[in-house]
């Protein structure tokens, strides 16, 4: 019986805000990891901007925590 457990995920995303790839940085097992990258898949993000106010491709990682 697990009551939390946390997985840490990289996030490349596109110009248009859509997810282009999902890594695993730190995995607890039990299926944690392929839950956080399905999560993470499944939205969409604001993409960075550069200097002009143009949309940018980006990396950001995240640490998603679950808990029962």
Same mark, same amino acid.
């Given at each position: /019986? %697990?009551? /939390? ?17 999902? $890594?695993? %940085? ?7 990891? $392929? ?9 969409? *993000?604001?993409?960075?901007?550069? $200097? ?8 950001? /990682? *995240? $640490?998603?925590? *679950?808990?029962?």
């Amino acid at each position: /019986q %697990i009551d /939390q457990a946390a997985a840490t995920i990289e996030v490349a995303v596109g110009t248009d805000g859509r997810v282009q790839s999902v $890594r695993l %940085i730190s995995d607890p097992g039990h299926g944690f990891g $392929r839950q956080a990258r399905a999560c993470a898949m499944s939205k969409s *993000f604001e993409p960075a901007l550069d $200097r002009d106010g143009s949309p940018l491709a980006s990396t950001k /990682q *995240f $640490r998603v925590t *679950f808990n029962r």
